[in-house]
């Protein structure tokens, strides 16, 4: 009855919205009190005095947010290259178990569904950014990081599947030969 | 049926994942700026800064002269009130006094 991969997207989503929600309230927090600008806390948010403070803590906080949405897709990417289950090395693996980490060992099923939504959340943000910046927001120096992080993120995460659809491919059995040729040559 | 009620469900999960996916977008709008504040703190100075003028006056006065002064200023302020309130009582009180002479002087002549 349930869609099963939607159900996995939604499980996978809930972390990465928490982390990056928390990440911009406590930024810009900090950031607040580090740069010493006043504000104010009301139902509508963060509200600053001027126009210039606030577009020096949006974009610093902006640019803390892209930061830690480039750290978990390096980890997410990592796993994917490294330790995906299809295509990781039997030494690896073995030193993994004795290590007690098998825990890195990750399905594709796992992995694609975290990659599709952190990956989400990059392109979510560098939109977010590029409106921003075309506004005068925030720093557009913040826009091309953002974009930065987007789009090599993209390609390695492609490369990946990549990499899966090939090993999938190549299963070790060379498809043009069938058992009857290989009698026929033996006789 | 079977079909509806799961085009219905996975409609609702999809739903649920759109905004999960947008909360991070909302939260990055959750910041603005307004003008208020700076009027506020522009009133304030304002007032700060009459305040420091009106102080200014006695800074070369020491600090129990100036409280003579302050207190020679109110009460030269309360009495200069008083006559204003008392002035238009005097000079009804004058036009009832002019009569009386005159009546004084007839008695004197009776």
């Known amino acids: 009855m349930f869609s099963k991969l939607l159900i996995k997207l939604i499980d996978q989503a809930i972390i990465p919205a928490v982390v990056l929600v928390s990440t911009r309230i406590v930024s810009m927090a900090l950031l607040a009190m580090y740069f010493e600008v006043p504000f104010e806390l009301t139902n509508k948010g963060f509200i600053f005095e001027g126009k210039e403070q606030y577009i020096q803590i949006n974009s610093y906080s902006m640019l803390i947010m892209t930061a830690v949405l480039a750290v978990s897709l390096a980890f997410f990417l990592l796993k994917a290259h490294v330790f995906h289950d299809t295509h990781i090395t039997p030494k690896l693996t073995a030193t993994l178990f004795s290590l007690r980490m098998q825990g890195l060992v990750q399905s594709s099923l796992d992995l694609y569904t975290k990659g599709a939504i952190w990956i989400s959340y990059a392109y979510l943000m560098t939109i977010l950014t590029g409106a921003l910046a075309l506004y005068s927001y925030i720093y557009s120096f913040v826009f091309y990081t953002t974009l930065a992080v987007a789009a090599v993120s993209s390609i390695l995460f492609v490369s990946d599947i990549e990499n899966e659809v090939k090993t999938s491919k190549d299963d070790g059995l060379d498809h043009n030969v069938t058992f009857l040729e290989v009698g026929t040559d033996q006789l | ?110």
């Open chain 2, 1 to 110: 049926m079977k079909f509806i009620n799961k085009f219905f469900i996975n409609a609702g999960l999809f739903s649920v994942l759109s905004l999960l996916l947008l909360i991070p977008v909302l939260a990055v709008t959750m910041a603005s700026f307004n003008t208020r504040m700076v009027e506020n703190a522009e009133v304030l100075s304002a007032q700060d800064e009459s305040i420091s003028t009106e102080q200014e006056l006695y800074n070369d006065v020491p600090v129990e002269l100036e409280e003579i002064i302050r207190k020679v200023e109110t009460e030269m302020a309360k009495q200069a009130t008083e006559n204003q309130v008392a002035e238009p009582q005097e000079t009804t009180g004058y036009s009832g006094t002019a009569e009386s002479p005159a009546t004084d002087a007839l008695e004197i002549g009776n």
